[in-house]
C-alpha cells in the first residue's frame, strides 16, 4: 500500500480496501528494507469478505522480521 495502492484503486473499482498496520500481514519482499510503509493487504467485493481474507493473513513468518502473532478475538456472534 506504498503510496495508496490497496485503497485507491479499491475505492476506484467500488471494492473494499484495507491496509493492515506493518507486520501485521508478512511481507517477506519488502523493497525498502525494513521499512513500514510498504504493507500488503486484503481487497474484496464487501468488508465482511474483505475481513475474512485479512483473518486468513495475518500471523508471524520467520522470513519478515516485522511480522508478529496475533491473538484470534471472537465478534460475538
Given at each position: 500500500d506504498t503510496g495508496g495502492s490497496l485503497r485507491i484503486p479499491a475505492a476506484l473499482g467500488g471494492v473494499v480496501g484495507l491496509r493492515p498496520s506493518?507486520?501485521?500481514v508478512a511481507n517477506d519482499a519488502r523493497p525498502l528494507g525494513w521499512s513500514v510503509i510498504s504493507v500488503l493487504g486484503p481487497m474484496g467485493r464487501t468488508v465482511?469478505?474483505?475481513?475474512?481474507?485479512?483473518a486468513a493473513s495475518v500471523g508471524p513468518d520467520a522470513r519478515d522480521p516485522l511480522s508478529y502473532?496475533?491473538?484470534a478475538q471472537n465478534s460475538g456472534r
Amino acid at each position: 500500500d506504498t503510496g495508496g495502492s490497496l485503497r485507491i484503486p479499491a475505492a476506484l473499482g467500488g471494492v473494499v480496501g484495507l491496509r493492515p498496520s506493518p507486520g501485521l500481514v508478512a511481507n517477506d519482499a519488502r523493497p525498502l528494507g525494513w521499512s513500514v510503509i510498504s504493507v500488503l493487504g486484503p481487497m474484496g467485493r464487501t468488508v465482511a469478505d474483505t475481513a475474512l481474507l485479512m483473518a486468513a493473513s495475518v500471523g508471524p513468518d520467520a522470513r519478515d522480521p516485522l511480522s508478529y502473532p496475533v491473538e484470534a478475538q471472537n465478534s460475538g456472534r
